[in-house]
Structures are given as structure tokens and as C-alpha cells.
């Protein structure tokens, strides 16, 4: 039985597929779209993780209101691949919803813990129904309580997604139906097979960020579903840019596609930069997870491995090991594994990591949501940072709560912050893990100063 992610069986599935990778993965060292301008930055000015600590993440796949996506996606993928021995699996007895209890249990126990990260919430799920029109299978006061909760429960501390608009069936924009044929070509976690222009890529990934805003959700993001790209990697980018944009106004876009393992970096990339310099700098933040799912798989069939992610005590275990390495700590998982069939198990698994992270990184780590991690790595590479003697001039394009830098010693006066011309209040910080926007502190490499970065020029003395 295969053991593995969806993701990794189609990074594997790619081998045979030649040319035309089904696979989401991909090496860092690639260059996965241009990363386009960037400003001068003094060497002698470092940008510290946010309030000197790693950033914790939890990105969710294949969420969406009460449709279970593992249910219905099975006969639809074994349908595109027949031969395919993962598709084969006895879908019909798994529960067809993952009810709005859990949706409630969950996040309320992550709202008691600080968790933070990305909620996909898939427009037209498996072509079952539109979530702003009707849901069939469920009542319309079903379908509007869910959204609701998604909306109150969730957006606080969640980024919402759409993971295109189905996450199976590639839809006709000009019909609304799904394609006809029905083949791994038009099948959105492998779409699309032939190269495709950015106004193209663009209007599919805003019909489906549209129906979200038609059910009055947030969205500052996409996550792409499988493959969704893999041919178009950089037109991706820039359309994701161009469509959040577009339908949401946001100002600072951002997605999810790909999974760092190994030693490769799981920082976020900044691509298609352009008008820094200028009133309307634009920016798309590629923001990367660093693990597999291990809580239940995709399909919610796997038992849970809890431990690959960190252990009971948390001294062993992939986010243990990004957390010493000083980079986000990101974690991956797909909703189905968290519901496990009804038996929570994923969720029980997920408990027990947070906990043992609880324990050890309380005072060094701090949850965030993706597009806060996306924001974060923006200010910190595309701030323009110029130092003349003891004075350092930020110009930021891009406005960052809770900016973190490690200045060199001065004269032992304490610094200064002014914006415009008017002062930045600053206090003083004693430990590390007191830092916070508006404090200093001060250790043998130099001066760490935490601050709500503002867009514009910023002047530090000290």
C-alpha cells in the first residue's frame, strides 16, 4: 500500500509521465519564476527572524465547508487514472461530510494555542456544488452556517484559499460545466499539458477567487492543487499576482505550491518584483511548506505518524529540525487526515506535536499566518537599508509588524527610531524573549531592535 503524500505519489508519478511532471516538489536551487528587482541592502545590517524568533505555520489542504474532498475526489482521479492502484481504494464506505463539530473543535483547540497558518476552502469542490450558490446534499442553511463559522472561527488566525476551483475537474470558464473529456489533461492537480499564457492562468484562478468573495471570505492567496502549473511555473506566478490583485485589491499577494525537504531552504521567494521605487511596487511571495503530511494522508486511509513532524518531548522530528536551523516551520497536512474517518486520529496526532513544540520552543518560535510570513520576508528583502555612521535609513515599499534587526554597536546610547520625522517610541527589553515591537535589546553582537516596520522611509539612530 502506498505510504506516502499525494504529493509524493505524484512527484513519483512524474518519472512516467516525461516531460509533463505531475509532481509538486521541486529543488530550490531551480529557479522557479524571476525574482525580478531588488534594492541595495547594507551588509552590516542583519534582518532577524520576526521578534528574533522562528516563524510556526500550519498549512491545510483540501478543506472546504462539509464536503469530504477525500470522498469524492477518489472516483474522480480513478476515473483520469485508472491504472492507478492508489485510486482503487474503498471510498464508497468513508463519510461523505466532515461536519462543522469538527471544523469547531479543531479551531477553537488551535485558537487556545496560538496556532496559526492556511485554511484552503475549495470553491466548487469536487463539481458537488458551488459554496455561494447551493450545495446539493446539504440545506442552504447548512451550507450558510458553515460559511459562517469559516468566517468567525477560522479567519483569525487562518489565511483562506481556494485550491482552484474544484481541485478535480478542470472547468469550461464559458460554461461553467467541467470539460467533457475526462482525462489526467483536464484534471486540475495536473492542468495544465501545454503551455499557457498569464491572462489565461489569470482568469481561471479568478473565478474561483471570486466565488469566495461572493461568500464574503478574506483572500490574499491561492494554493495551487497537485500539479496545478508545473508546465507554466512563472506565468503561474505572475497570474496569482495579477488575480488576488484584481478580485481582492490585496496588496502584497501570495501562494502555496511547493515543499522544501531536506536541506533545501524553507524561506519564502519573492518573485516578479517590479516598482520598488515607485508608488505601486508590486510583489508575489512564493511561500514553501517544510514537511510531508503525516497526520492521515490526503484521502484520510494513512495512520497517523505524528512523530515525523516532532516527537513527544520534541527533541527529534522534522519541525524540531527546521526550528534549530532557524527557518519557518512549517507544517503540512490535508483536512481529511486531520478528520481521519471520523476517528480524529490525524487531529489526536496534531495535539500531541503542538504540545511537545509548546514545551520546549514556547519563548523562540511564534505562529503566523502565511500571508504574515509572506509580509515578513517582503520587508526583509525588498527594505532598502542604508547605513551612514551611527545612522541607518529604511525605505520600505511594503509596511511589516514586528520588523527585526541586529544593528552594530554604537556609543552605548540607547537608539532612536523616527518615521517622518516624528519619534518611534522605543523601550528597552531585558531577555530575548521579551522582545516585541517598540523594544531593544542589547547582547554582544550588537543591538536587536524590534519595530512595526511603516511603508516609507524609516530612520534609526544609535
Known sequence: MWKGTRRDF???????????GLGLRAAWSLAQAPGGERPQQDQGIEVLNPRGRVPLSFFIDDSTCLVNMGYYCMPQFATAWPDREAYKKPWRSWPREIPDAFVREFGEWCAEHGVKGKYSVVP?????????????????????ESLKLVRELMTPNWDIHPEMITHTRVIDLGTGRPMEEI???????????????VDELTAYIAYA??????????????????????????????????????????????????????QQSTEP???????????????????????????????????????RYANQDATSGRLVELVERGEPAVMLCHWPGLYTHGTKKGFEHL???????????????????????ARYWAAKELTRIERRGDQVTLT????????????????????????????????????????????????????????DLPKGRTVMEG
Open 351 to 373: 495535539k500531541r506535536v503542538i504540545l511537545a513544540l509548546e514545551g520546549r520552543y514556547r519563548e523562540q518560535t511564534i505562529w503566523m499566518k502565511i500571508n504574515e510570513i
Open 269 to 307: 521567494k519573492l518573485e516578479h518584483v517590479e516598482g520598488l521605487g515607485g508608488d505601486d511596487p508590486r510583489a508575489i511571495v512564493n511561500v514553501p511548506a517544510g514537511t510531508g503530511d503525516w497526520f492521515g494522508s490526503w484521502d484520510g486511509d494513512n495512520e497517523p505518524e505524528g512523530d
Open 183 to 197: 482525462s489526467s489533461a483536464t484534471m486540475e492537480n495536473s492542468y495544465p499539458r501545454e503551455k499557457k499564457s
Open 209 to 262: 477567487l471570486k466565488i469566495l468573495k461572493n461568500c464574503d471570505l478574506p483572500c490574499e492567496g491561492i494554493t495551487t492543487p497537485g500539479g496545478f502549473g508545473n508546465l507554466v511555473k512563472s506565468e503561474l506566478s505572475l497570474a496569482v499576482r495579477e488575480a488576488v490583485r484584481d478580485v481582492y485589491g490585496a496588496e502584497l499577494p501570495h501562494y502555496f505550491k511547493y515543499v522544501s525537504d531536506g
Open 396 to 451: 520600505a515599499p511594503f509596511a511589516c509588524p514586528g520588523f527585526t534587526l541586529r544593528i552594530p554597536p554604537g556609543d552605548g546610547a540607547p537608539p532612536k527610531l523616527s518615521h517622518d520625522g516624528s519619534p518611534m517610541p522605543l523601550e528597552e527589553a531585558r531577555r530575548a524573549a521579551d522582545l516585541k515591537p517598540g523594544t531593544w535589546m542589547r547582547d554582544e553582537t550588537g543591538l536587536a531592535v524590534c519595530f
Open 124 to 144: 466548487y469542490p469536487c463539481c458537488v456544488g458551488w459554496l455561494d450558490r447551493v450545495l446539493p446534499g446539504w440545506s442552504r442553511r447548512e451550507l450558510l
Open 10 to 20: 505524484l512527484r513519483t508519478g512524474a518519472a512516467a509521465a516525461g516531460a509533463v
